[in-house]
């Protein structure tokens, strides 16, 4: 079955860098783009980015263009997210998930927590 | 950038009612519409896409409708494991979700 299993959160400081990975199976993983999606403590989701298929395009959301990359590895079946400049907005439950084309992401991972606090 | 927003943002309900969530674009998205469910501490389910087409594994009371503007999504009689909170998204031009509809116990 189609599992996405993200890592690499933790706490760090304002203006610090973090990276996060998550790791796809059970599908195709080179013919599906790949997003973030973060959820604030207590708050909405929010849509970060997305890869496509095959890496040639990336799109990002406002509040973090700039500062985040998405970038992807279809050896390893793994899709990152590079945060660089983390300010305490950031700090949220990021998940990643599953799209194709312009459809909605339709598996999610777990989430992993980013914790942005000096 | 296209904006999605949701009403109402909390609705109380008891287990048999019917129960509608509207969700408006900030400009016409044909019917780019998803709805997902999040239950606490769980990553979001995805109901519905196209505005109107279950996904598969989805109970066959939730329904979605709309075009354009307005959407809704319809519960047609809340089981207990339906209380939740409900998000729409547009995907017509990027991904944007509308702001949450926490659906509780009357």
């Known amino acids: 079955q189609v599992q996405l299993v993200e890592s690499g959160g933790g706490v760090v400081q304002p203006g610090r860098s973090l990276r996060l990975s998550c790791v796809a199976s059970?599908?195709?993983?080179?013919?599906?783009?790949m997003h973030w999606v973060r959820q604030a403590p207590g708050k909405g989701l929010e849509w970060v980015a997305v890869i496509w298929y095959d890496g040639g395009n990336k799109n990002y959301s406002d509040p973090v263009k700039g500062r985040f990359t998405i970038s992807r590895d279809n050896s390893k079946n793994t899709v990152y997210l590079q945060m660089n400049s983390l300010r305490a907005e950031d700090m949220a439950v990021y998940y990643c998930?599953?799209?194709?084309?312009?459809?909605?992401?339709?598996?999610w991972g777990q989430g992993t927590l980013v914790t942005v606090s000096s | 950038d296209i904006q999605m927003t949701q009403s109402p943002s909390t609705l109380s309900a008891s287990v048999g009612d019917r129960v509608t969530i509207t969700c408006r674009a900030s400009q016409s998205i044909s019917r780019w519409v998803a709805w997902y469910q999040q239950k606490p501490g769980r990553a979001p389910r995805l109901l519905i896409s196209k505005a109107s087409s279950l996904e598969s594994g989805v109970p066959s009371r939730f329904s979605g409708s709309g075009s354009g503007t307005e959407f809704t999504l319809t519960i047609s009689s809340l089981q207990p494991d339906d209380f939740a909170t409900y998000y729409c998204?547009?995907?017509?031009?990027?991904?944007?979700f509308g702001q949450g509809t926490k659906v509780d116990i009357k």
């Open positions: 998930a599953r799209g194709y084309g312009d459809y909605p992401p339709d598996h």
């Open positions: 059970g599908f195709s993983f080179s013919i599906y783009g």
């Open positions: 998204q547009q995907h017509y031009r990027l991904w944007t």
